[in-house]
């Protein structure tokens, strides 16, 4: 009979590893989701910033002909617009001008 006692009582003991983590284990899983997060948003921030860099770079000029290419091109266009307004405006007025001179 204590034979079998001691029997039953060997096989309850168990070689298994502890399925739980032990406070280093814990601290250390925290710290590497914390670092995946932080370098996640780093190279967030580095990838806009090459964005941004690459969208000045052909915003800007590189040379100052290109430069004065650019601002007299720019200079063109709003004299052209400024020159249909004013047309637009002339005509308007003739149209009124019209108009007036044969109501009376």
Known sequence: MFRQQFVRQARLFSTTPVARKSPVETIK???KAVDRTIS???VKGIEKGEEVAGAVKEAV???????KGQASEMAGKAKGTANEVA???KGKAQELKGEAKSKM
């Open 29 to 31: 899983d925290a710290a």
């Open 40 to 42: 996640g948003a780093a």
């Open 87 to 89: 047309g637009e405006a």
């Open 61 to 67: 000029p590189e040379t100052k002909g290109e430069a």
